[in-house]
């Protein structure tokens, strides 16, 4: 796949420009948006994800906030925090936004569509259908993030900020822990080394067998252009996964000037490839939502660039897999950004599977007395009833299985090294 390589450029040349004369100036003008429209249902919650404990008590809100806030300290700036919410996840967030009223940052929410759910069969709207009749939440559902254009404009949002001298937002998943302000991308845009601005900026980074699924960027008559894997034919869905033919992947951590939003909403020239996603209801119905993906307009601005950043941007929670990973001793937590400890002799992220036990997060907390030292481990692979207690150490690559009528507690204060933990609790080496 031949990219004009202007299309994509290393994070290191970005940064190698260092920093704006004036941080200050060029950070007024910014305004960071999160997508704030998941549940925690694949964690078995209820709410909205981002107000899931997953650090020291503090949610994915909490930890935003704190960055941002840290921002507008040290640089005695302005930047304002804008939540995409969806019907599912506005009334319980704008509840708990309260508690932010005394800190320093200015918090907006907007809403995204509510669109109806279709029938696969009828191909009519679901609501139509006396039993998901109403209020009923099944038959309507948020049509992805690429709504946000279409919301944010109509929110009235975009022309405030526009008043208010505001340039470019900054989007992310609120439960990306790596989407943190860049100082260096942020020069890049308001200090571009051509003179000409990017109107569009996707943060890209190198694929790893655990970022197969992930939305990457191709090249077509001379725009760049995403693929999202539900957009690839069957035959062709082991080629989009390859890590040797793709190598990059969107991290959705997407720089976008607000001159040019609006100037394309008003002309109605935002392009979005429609991706149908096919869903089942509780009741066993058959339906299909029609949804877009926020990059997906990359195709539509101006002078769009892809930036290769380090992989340390992109560290979504969305397994309790994950969330081990985010509350372990891997990371620091500093002013609400977690960075990998520098205890850590690799710059690698161990590979941890957590098995059905494992899936909500009430259940997870309950097999974890203390979450275990993991500085030094590569691998961990749990599956079953298994407890852990408190300061147990986990180094190399750690399998423990409990088989079906098996339980397994790891005793508080064990160090398992390169181990094989089976069901009748010997420890082997391999």
């Not at 918090?107 to 009519?124: A, D, G």
């Not at 254009?149 to 008043?163: E, K, P, Q, R, V």
């Not at 190399?396 to 181990?419: M, Q, Y």
Request: net charge neutral; with cysteine; proline share 4%.
């Amino acid at each position: 796949m031949a990219f004009n390589t202007a299309k994509i450029q290393p994070y290191e040349k970005i940064k190698a420009r260092g920093l704006p004369d004036n941080v200050s100036s060029v950070l007024n003008k910014l305004v960071v948006v999160k997508l704030n429209g998941g549940l925690g249902t694949s964690m078995g919650c209820k709410g909205p994800k981002s107000l899931i404990g997953v650090r020291n008590e503090n949610t994915f809100l909490d930890l935003t906030v704190q960055q941002i806030e840290h921002l507008n300290k040290t640089y005695n700036t302005d930047v304002p925090l804008v939540l995409m919410n969806s019907f599912n996840t506005d009334e319980d967030t704008k509840k708990i936004l309260q508690k932010y009223n005394h800190c320093r940052v200015k918090i907006y929410t907007f809403n995204q569509s509510r669109y109806p759910r279709i029938n696969k069969e009828s191909l009519l709207p679901v609501a139509k259908d006396v039993s998901y009749s109403g209020e009923n939440t099944e038959a309507w559902y948020p049509p992805g993030h690429g709504d946000i254009y279409a919301s944010f404009y109509n929110s009235g949002l975009l022309d405030t900020f526009i008043g208010e001298g505001k340039e470019y937002i900054f989007v992310s998943n609120i439960d990306n822990l790596g989407a943190t302000v860049d100082l260096y991308i942020l020069n890049h845009l308001m200090n571009p080394p051509n003179g000409k601005r990017c109107e569009f900026v996707m943060e890209v980074t190198n694929k790893t067998r655990a970022d197969v699924k992930g939305g990457t960027l191709t090249q077509y008559e001379g725009k760049l252009r995403l693929v999202e894997i539900a957009q690839v034919p069957k035959a062709h869905v082991d080629e989009f996964k390859s890590v040797s033919k793709f190598k990059i992947f969107n991290t959705n951590n997407l720089w976008i000037s607000l001159a040019a939003v609006k100037r394309l909403q008003e002309q109605n020239a935002i392009d979005m490839e429609i991706i149908v996603n096919p869903k089942t209801l509780d009741g066993g119905l058959n339906v299909i939502q029609l949804e877009t993906a926020v990059g997906a307009a990359i195709k539509s601005f101006e002078n769009s660039l892809g930036i290769n950043v380090p992989r340390s941007r992109f560290l979504p929670v969305k397994t309790t897999s994950d969330l081990l990973l985010v509350m372990s001793n891997l990371y620091s937590l500093n002013a609400g950004s977690l960075t990998m400890s520098e205890k850590r002799e690799f710059p690698t992220v161990p590979l941890v599977k957590l098995g059905s036990s494992f899936t909500k997060v009430q259940d997870y907390l309950r097999r974890f007395e203390s979450i275990p030292d993991m500085l030094e481990l590569d691998h961990l692979t749990v599956s079953g009833d298994v407890t852990f207690g408190k300061n147990v150490s986990l180094k190399g690559t750690v399998i423990i299985i409990a088989n079906h009528g098996d339980r397994i507690d790891i005793p508080p204060g064990a160090v398992l090294e390169n181990k094989i933990v089976s069901g009748n609790l010997r420890i082997l080496d391999h």
